[in-house]
T-cell receptor, first 114, second 118 residues
Framework: GNSVTQMEGPVTLSEEAFLTINCTYTATGYPSLFWYVQYPGEGLQLLLKATKADDKGSNKGFEATYRKETTSFHLEKGSVQVSDSAVYFCALKRGSSNTGKLIFGQGTTLQVKP | EAGVAQSPRYKIIEKRQSVAFWCNPISGHATLYWYQQILGQGPKLLIQFQNNGVVDDSQLPKDRFSAERLKGVDSTLKIQPAKLEDSAVYLC????????????????FGAGSRLTVL
């Protein structure tokens, strides 16, 4: 079946450090891939997405590249800030069909210290 | 545009009681989803509506959970009777075929309704 696996958290970094959060997926066909972020007390917000192999999604300094050969969609940021502290969820959606459901990983908590 | 509205934000009940959550999606979004997010886990889809029809309810515990979307706009999720393991955040999301711009049918989530069952 379809599934998403993220690296275990929490991830604790100092401000301006480099961030990588690993995400791998299992899916039939050609899914779309997403990163969502959940700040404390708030709902999930879309951070970035990629809809086909080799696409790079980017937003707010975060990037992730859709790697079909390794079935991965790792999230990276060159220099994290305290305000990036949140829970990050990797997710997949099969195709662009309106009936495809979003399947989430378990989430990775990021804590950035000043 | 206005976001996805949910209420109540917080609810505390005792086991075997009932509870209802309400969701108002983004105007024009035909697809509405209810997800359950247990602490420390990723959200899990409970039910998906396309207009007022059910597309997927395979993971909805139908002996105690029910949901409806009358008139294809607002939706209500009900739990009766509640169990301790139902303590979670219930997230509503909506989407349209063009949301997200590139046809990826991006979901927009509400802030969630946090349920505590004692």
């Amino acid at each position: 079946g379809n599934s998403v696996t993220q690296m275990e958290g929490p991830v604790t970094l100092s401000e301006e450090a480099f961030l990588t959060i690993n995400c791998t997926y299992t899916a039939t066909g050609y899914p779309s891939l997403f990163w969502y972020v959940q700040y404390p007390g708030e709902g999930l917000q879309l951070l970035l997405k990629a809809t086909k192999a080799d696409d790079k999604g980017s937003n707010k300094g975060f990037e992730a590249t859709y790697r079909k050969e390794t079935t991965s969609f790792h999230l990276e940021k060159g220099s994290v800030q305290v305000s990036d502290s949140a829970v990050y969820f990797c997710a997949l959606k099969r195709g662009s069909s309106n009936t495809g459901k979003l399947i989430f990983g378990q989430g990775t908590t990021l804590q950035v210290k000043p | 545009e206005a976001g996805v509205a949910q209420s109540p934000r917080y609810k505390i009940i005792e086991k075997r009681q009932s509870v209802a959550f309400w969701c108002n999606p983004i105007s024009g979004h035909a697809t509405l989803y209810w997800y359950q997010q247990i602490l420390g886990q990723g959200p899990k889809l409970l039910i998906q509506f396309q207009n007022n029809g059910v597309v997927d309810d395979s993971q909805l515990p139908k002996d105690r959970f029910s949901a409806e979307r009358l008139k294809g706009v607002d939706s209500t999720l009900k739990i009766q009777p509640a169990k301790l393991e139902d303590s979670a955040v219930y997230l509503c999301a909506s989407s349209s075929p063009t949301s997200g711009g590139s046809g990826a049918n991006v979901l927009t989530f509400g802030a969630g309704s946090r349920l505590t069952v004692l």
